[in-house]
Structures are given as C-alpha cells and as structure tokens.
C-alpha cells in the first residue's frame, strides 16, 4: 500500500503564493516509479486536474488554467512532490488532492493511490 499525505493548504489573498507538499510512504511506493499528479476540487463541482510529473521529473503536464502560474516538482530522495502556486485567484479555492499513478496523466483513472486533500483558500 501507499500513503499519500498532503500539507501546505491555507488561506491566502488573491495574488498571493502557496508551496502544496505531498508526502509518500509505504514499502510498495519504494518499489515503483509512480508518477504524481495534483488535482482539485471545489464545492460542488468535479475534481479537476491540475498538474502531473513523471517519476524523473522531466516530464510535467499543467491544465491550462494553472500553466504559467503553478509548478510541479518532485524530490525522490524525500518521497514528496511539491506544487508552488503563484499568483492565486479566488478560483483556485478548492480542496487539493495528490495522487500516485504510472504515467503523468491528467486523468483520474490514471492514478491508483490518493491522499485525503488539503485545503487552500484565497480571497479576494
């Protein structure tokens, strides 16, 4: 099993940044090169995805509300991929999931593990 925990989420003003970190433990996640997406959801509306990384890191995929203003980046050695969000508007506000999967997909049945989210609000 693998176990995905997200942190960093807060609240924010509207052009400002927050850094999202996702944290991977479990024997079975040592033992594969998952790739890693971000994607999120707002209330009462889908979970959209956001951006992805492959296990090397160069390979990234933005949706392209986000592209210019989010980054993706991943340290293996520390099991955790990061999302720097610059730039933020009220519609970033959304709960904000991390996932593991074999290919840096933007779709969700692309991925097999899942964290529990974590929020980020911003204000206008």
């Known amino acids: 099993q693998v176990q995905l925990v997200e942190s960093g989420g807060g609240l924010v003003q509207a052009g400002g940044s927050l850094r999202l970190s996702c944290t991977a433990s479990?024997?079975?996640?040592?033992?594969?090169?998952?790739?890693m997406g971000w994607f999120r959801q707002a209330p009462g509306k889908e979970r959209d995805f956001v951006a992805a990384?492959?296990?090397?890191?160069?390979?990234?995929n933005y949706a392209d509300p986000v592209k210019g203003r989010f980054t993706i980046s991943r340290d293996n050695a520390k099991n955790t991929v990061y999302l720097q969000m610059n730039s933020l508007n009220p519609d970033d506000t959304a709960l904000y999931y991390c996932?593991?999967?074999?290919?840096?997909?933007?779709?969700?049945?692309?991925?097999?593990?899942w964290g529990q989210g974590t929020q980020v609000t911003v204000s206008s």
């Open positions: 996932a593991a999967g074999a290919i840096p997909s933007a779709t969700m049945t692309s991925y097999r593990y």
């Open positions: 479990g024997r079975t996640f040592s033992s594969y090169n998952y790739a």
């Open positions: 990384i492959s296990w090397s890191g160069g390979n990234t």
